[in-house]
């Protein structure tokens, strides 16, 4: 029987690109979102990936959420932490509710969607974890220390999951992209584009969702089980490590 995905934030940019790849690589697929059920039903409509609504920053949520995609899928034994929000601003001028929303989307997510499922994969004697982490969680990002703060944690959180989970069969890894064209990133202006992020990537262009995507699927093949704690930095040459 075909292996489960479950993917967060799976139904908008990045995360929607994640679930199509893994379901056309043969995976039974669950795709979570949040809020905008419009864009989940268009998704589900278009994809026939069944789609499950919930707060990944709510541990109850998760565990009601992902019991939900058991229940109907089945045990799952890809997660990919993707889900996340900005709340951009200075850090002098930055509010502790700008500060808490990110890290309890980005980060205490990785807690509240990981701990339902890595005692069932402990058991099989099987997992894949693919975690969603951004370049400027490697290199720090003016008016993000939110963001960038949730995002260098999450490679922090891989590695120990990843050494304790080592000889269960689990792999635990990072994929960091870069700037990706998305509707977020295709809404600054063209001309910042052009005059202030383009210039900074040295293959001169925006990467593509699937790009990401299919460095996913590569992480999430049965054959990758000697590829663990490792962060795969996808952005053009932006920033390399």
């Known amino acids: 029987m075909a292996r489960v995905a479950l ?3 799976g139904t908008r940019g990045i995360g929607a690109a994640i679930s199509r790849s893994l379901k056309e690589a043969g995976y039974r697929v669950a795709a979570n979102y949040a ?17 499950f609504k919930f707060d ?3 541990a109850a949520a998760c565990e009601n959420g992902i019991k939900a995609v058991v229940d109907q899928l089945g045990p799952v034994d890809v997660l990919v932490n993707n889900a996340g929000i900005t709340r951009d601003g200075m850090f002098h001028r930055m509010t502790f ?3 808490s929303q990110v890290m309890r989307t980005n980060l205490d997510s990785m807690f509240t969607c990981t701990r339902p499922v890595i005692e069932g994969m402990r058991e099989r004697g099987f997992g894949r974890i693919i975690l969603i982490s951004s370049v400027n969680g490697q290199k720090g990002q ?5 963001y960038s703060a949730a995002k260098a944690g999450v490679v922090g959180f891989a590695k120990s999951l990843a050494l304790e989970n080592a000889n269960k069969g689990i792999t635990v890894n990072v994929i960091a992209p870069g700037y990706i ?27 593509e969702a699937d790009e990401v995507a299919r460095a996913v699927v590569f992480l999430a093949h049965d054959n990758a089980g000697f590829i663990t704690g490792s962060t795969l930095t996808a952005n053009g040459g932006q920033y390399m490590v």
């Open 181 to 207: 064209a998305t509707e977020m990133v295709q809404a600054v202006p063209e001309e910042v584009l052009k005059t202030k992020i383009l210039p900074l990537i040295p293959v001169g262009r925006l990467g």
């Open 97 to 99: 509710d700008q500060w």
């Open 56 to 58: 990944v920053s709510d």
């Open 7 to 9: 993917v967060t934030g």
């Open 142 to 146: 003016l008016g993000q220390a939110n």
């Open 35 to 51: 809020g905008n059920d419009e864009a989940a039903n268009l998704f589900k409509d278009q994809t026939g990936i069944p789609v």
